[in-house]
């Protein structure tokens, strides 16, 4: 689908703030597309299609969303980001363009018309219980595509929105969960080690702290969502940036390196993040750091 390897973005002078909207865009042109292999992963193993209706829980800005959708799954999701909701309608609206020149995608709650009924796109601001929708289909496929295993607790989010989302779906349906693989096969892990020594003094009153990429507790979170495991697979998912400073404006939009960004101020994270990036820059000045993601699939009871 999309390559992984993405084009030239200079970051904003370091003692800046950058604005939600800014953010949101770095993560939608720089940060989303290096996770597509995980997604097309999951769509071939699952044969998503027609007869698909998903939900996505915290879909960003949409790519996942486009990627279903342009199999002819339905599609609906659900993030708190208003900023990157407006960029995923920006993105499913122009499918409903592609084949239709007044589609459009509507506001929080409203479906991007497409020519094709099984192409449908509904977006929604808020938790997962936000996205139920009185006489549509109940979901047959829920998918948690931001990977956790990054950070300690880090799933603790996560358990809650399926305890919310799982009443919406068909019983029987498929639940993906994603996390990071272990930090022997991921090569950003020394990266997001940065993270972890700038925000230790905010982070040190906190029990657990920080830890880079250990384990994902996949299975962990499926057992306290009362969810089957059915499956799992491995995915390769490079990071790939045309030049550092991409890969700055990229890492940073995840939002990983906000408590050192409290902690430190970003112009010193901005800095340490190039610093440690220095390795995995190739002759011809690009970024490529391989990683490899886990997905677990799983049957609602």
Excluded at 172 to 198: F, H
Excluded at 257 to 280: M, N, Q
């Amino acid at each position: 689908m999309t390559p992984t390897l993405v084009r030239h973005h200079m970051y904003a002078a370091s003692s800046a703030p950058v604005d939600p909207g800014t953010r949101a865009r770095d993560w939608a042109e720089i940060q989303e597309r290096v996770l597509a292999p995980l997604h097309e992963a999951v769509f071939d193993r699952l044969e998503v299609g027609a007869g698909t209706r998903m939900l996505s829980l915290g879909c960003g800005s949409g790519l996942a969303l486009l990627a279903a959708a342009s199999r002819g799954a339905r599609v609906t999701g659900v993030d708190t980001d208003r900023e990157r909701l407006a960029l995923a309608r920006e993105r499913l609206g122009s499918l409903g363009r592609a084949e239709d020149p007044v589609g459009r995608a509507e506001d929080s709650g409203g479906w991007a018309r497409d020519t094709e009924p099984a192409r449908r796109a509904r977006l929604v601001e808020g938790p997962p219980s936000a996205a139920a929708t009185t006489g549509a289909p109940p979901y047959n496929l829920l998918t948690a595509f931001h990977p956790i295993g990054c950070a300690a607790g880090d799933s603790e989010g996560l358990a809650p929105a399926l305890a919310e989302a799982v009443p919406l779906a068909v019983r029987g349906a498929t639940v993906v969960l994603t996390g990071w693989g272990p930090p022997e096969r991921c090569a950003t892990a020394p990266v997001l080690r940065v993270a972890a020594r700038l925000a230790e003094p905010a982070r040190a009153a906190r029990p657990g702290g920080w830890r880079p990429a250990l384990r994902d507790d996949l299975e962990e979170v499926a057992a306290r969502a009362g969810l089957k495991p059915d499956g799992s697979g491995r995915v390769s998912c490079p990071f790939g940036y045309a030049d550092v400073d991409s890969a700055v404006r990229g890492l940073l939009s995840t939002g990983l390196f906000d408590a050192a960004a409290r902690a430190t101020g970003r112009s010193r994270v901005e800095k340490e993040v190039a610093e440690a990036l220095l390795p995995h820059r190739r002759p011809d000045g690009t970024v490529w750091m391989p990683n490899v993601f886990r997905y677990l699939v799983c049957v609602t009871t």
